[in-house]
């Protein structure tokens, strides 16, 4: 016998105006594909194979959706969470293949995320509080812990970048203040402070125009499925201060174990790792997303060769 939602799915799929509404949609992906060969930015593949495999994604997820949002086990949950957060620092490794980032990036985000939802999840468990989370199942915790994962992944990989970008150009204003006897730690902080802003800058903004120039997804939703205004207001807010949280913290773990790649042991600079750098980017504006995946697995499997 065919589960009751696969057999939901499909009689969803064959609506025709679902596929109408994604022809028209796949003319936005067309435009975004001629602007970016017309500015050269070589992001053609990665924009076609992103909208294909989220597509395919967002699918297969509404397949489980139901599934999911029945969930009362709680280390069902956090199991779910723990792929998320996975997942979210593989994506992040595909645009960032830099050494160790992949590692360095699961642990920030995985780390951070699981702490904040932690507290929400039993945030109510204090005596006289209602709590952050209503009820201990997958109908709240899964959303909110993927906006949670998916906004520290966004903002880390945004730092991370012009963590790099910055130190790469600046490289003799570091060694200049390395030579000086500073400390590499005081050599590229305020090149820290600049890529923290320029994560956050958006996101605060964002919160600042709350009610005057956008009415936030969430709370649209929450309105429109008969909750109280203001109590989609209040819930908004909650939700923007924990993304900026887990978006700071995994910012900051990200770039502390990166940037300490860019130093030797004596503080001086790794001239070794950054020619691994240099080497990689090289690399990143000739091959395609698809060919990064297959070098991923290829050398997991030498290693567990050798091992």
Do not use: H
Not at 5 to 25: H, V
Not at 81 to 104: D, E, G, H, R, W
Not at 122 to 138: A, Q, R, V
């Amino acid at each position: 016998m065919v589960p009751d939602i696969i057999l939901e799915a499909w009689d969803s799929l064959k609506d025709i105006n679902i596929w109408i509404r994604i022809g028209l949609s796949a003319i936005f992906l067309l435009i975004l594909v001629a602007l970016s060969f017309w500015q050269r930015t070589n992001l053609e593949t990665k924009l076609l194979w992103s909208f294909f495999r989220g597509m395919i994604q967002v699918i297969l997820f509404g397949l489980i959706l139901d599934a999911l949002f029945a969930l009362e086990k709680i280390w069902v949950l956090y199991l779910v969470l723990l792929f998320m957060c996975l997942f979210a620092a593989f994506t992040n490794y595909q645009s960032y293949p830099y050494p160790k980032v992949f590692l360095i990036n699961l642990f920030a985000i995985t780390s951070t995320s699981i702490a904040i939802m932690t507290f929400a999840i039993y945030s109510g468990s204090f005596e006289f509080f209602e709590g952050i989370i209503p009820e201990m199942t997958g109908e709240y915790i899964i959303p909110m812990g993927s906006m949670v994962i998916a906004f520290a992944m966004r903002i880390t990989g945004i730092a991370l970048e012009r963590v790099k970008s910055d130190i790469m150009k600046m490289q003799g204003t570091i060694e200049a203040a390395l030579m000086l006897g500073d400390s590499p730690t005081n050599a590229i902080r305020f090149i820290l402070r600049d890529c923290y802003r320029a994560g956050l800058t958006p996101t605060i903004n964002r919160v600042a125009v709350l009610g005057i120039v956008t009415i936030p997804g969430l709370m649209a939703g929450m309105i429109i499925g008969g909750i109280p205004p203001i109590v989609a207001a209040i819930y908004q807010i909650v939700i923007f201060l924990m993304l900026l949280l887990a978006a700071f913290s995994s910012s900051i773990i990200t770039n502390y174990f990166f940037t300490m790649q860019f130093f030797t042991k004596e503080q001086q600079f790794n001239l070794e790792f950054l020619n691994r750098i240099q080497q990689i980017e090289t690399e990143l504006k000739t091959k395609s997303v698809i060919e990064r995946w297959k070098k991923f697995f290829k050398k997991r499997k030498e290693k567990k060769v050798k091992s």
